[in-house]
């Protein structure tokens, strides 16, 4: 899909932005007959190398990042974005919708400013920072809700059902690791965001006004503390990994310790059966007139002793 802003035909000027959305062959040609620019493709843009990321060709920027597309995101790794921009016009190049952009175009749609392609590479970067930050926050608050649960609730869950603790337990684990898997897209995002407004500002000193620096500037400053935030979450995320692993690690020891109890309590009344259970005809109990209530009372007493003495060490 190809978009141009503002549309040609509603304004009788020339596009200062055009939008290419999971675009066909058909509209990147005919964006670059508009923007007399090279268009890169996907591959270039999914390229690694901060050379290929970012670069300058004659007075026109090409920039690109790896980019988190939506707040429940199902894609294995952010979508690539890139950005074409110089003086005349900016070219964005997405394979998804992307929620920055959005939250940009209602924002340049709501302003008396003349857009310029620059200013629109702000808005649209600063609708982007934004979004990221709401991602955290809602990640923040996913984390939050799992904390509570795994401190506050397992211990009376625990004691009502010890295999829907466990469950609940694995469930937590579950989500811990999804969220410390959109953790690590988001800050690829935020790096690639950061590199971007570095580069930008550098390269394009020149023709960039005063209020634009500032305004990247501003975007640097909030990359900067989305980043620290998101480093503080992945701490987190790597704290409730290591509790559920704890109590899962208890849940085991529980388990293994009622065994070794229950094993070590069925030594002595096993012992006494087997004695009693030889048959040797000189054996004077056999004869007694309380012979087999003097056995089970044996057998009864070798088991709780045992069981009264794990008691007593605070083993059970």
């Given at each position: 899909m190809l978009k141009l802003y503002p549309e040609t035909s509603a304004h009788g000027v020339d596009p200062i932005w055009i939008d290419l959305c999971d675009p066909t062959a058909e509209e990147i040609r005919n964006a670059t007959e508009l923007s007399k620019t090279r268009i890169p493709t996907r591959d270039e843009l999914e390229e690694i190398e901060s050379s290929s990321r970012l670069r300058v060709e004659r007075d026109t920027l090409y920039l690109s990042?790896?980019?988190?597309?939506?707040?429940?995101?199902?894609?294995?790794?952010?979508?690539?974005?890139?950005?074409?921009?110089?003086?005349?016009?900016?070219?964005?190049?997405?394979?998804?919708?992307?929620?920055?952009?959005?939250?940009?175009?209602?924002?340049?749609?709501?302003?008396?400013?003349?857009?310029?392609?620059?200013?629109?590479?702000?808005?649209?970067?600063e609708g982007m920072v934004d979004f990221g930050a709401d991602l955290l926050q809602n990640i923040a608050a996913k984390l939050n809700d799992i904390s509570r649960r795994v401190f506050q609730g397992y211990g009376s869950t625990r004691k009502r059902n010890v295999a829907r603790a466990s469950r609940a337990l694995r469930q937590a684990m579950r989500e811990v690791g999804e969220l410390g898997e959109r953790l690590s897209q988001i800050r690829e995002s935020l790096l690639g965001l950061q590199r971007i407004t570095s580069f930008v500002g550098e390269k394009g000193h020149d023709w960039i006004g005063g209020d634009v620096q500032t305004r990247l500037r501003t975007a640097t400053g909030d990359l900067g503390s989305l980043t620290d935030y998101e480093v503080h979450l992945t701490d987190k995320v790597q704290f409730l990994l290591d509790a559920v692993l704890g109590y899962i690690n208890t849940e085991q020891n529980d388990i293994f310790k009622v065994l070794t109890?229950?094993?070590?309590?069925?030594?002595?009344?096993?012992?006494?059966?087997?004695?009693?259970?030889?048959?040797?005809?000189?054996?004077?109990?056999?004869?007694?007139?309380?012979?087999?209530?003097?056995?089970?009372?044996l057998i009864v007493l070798s088991t709780l002793l045992p069981i009264a003495w794990f008691k007593w060490r605070g083993w059970w």
């Open positions: 990042t790896p980019l988190s597309a939506h707040a429940e995101q199902n894609e294995t790794a952010p979508t690539p974005v890139g950005f074409v921009l110089n003086q005349r016009i900016l070219v964005t190049l997405r394979y998804t919708g992307i929620q920055g952009f959005e939250t940009a175009k209602k924002q340049l749609a709501g302003s008396d400013r003349v857009p310029t392609p620059v200013g629109t590479f702000i808005a649209l970067l109890i229950v094993s070590v309590v069925g030594i002595p009344p096993t012992l006494i059966a087997g004695i009693y259970g030889m048959n040797f005809q000189s054996m004077p109990e056999y004869h007694w007139a309380y012979g087999y209530a003097w056995g089970l009372s």
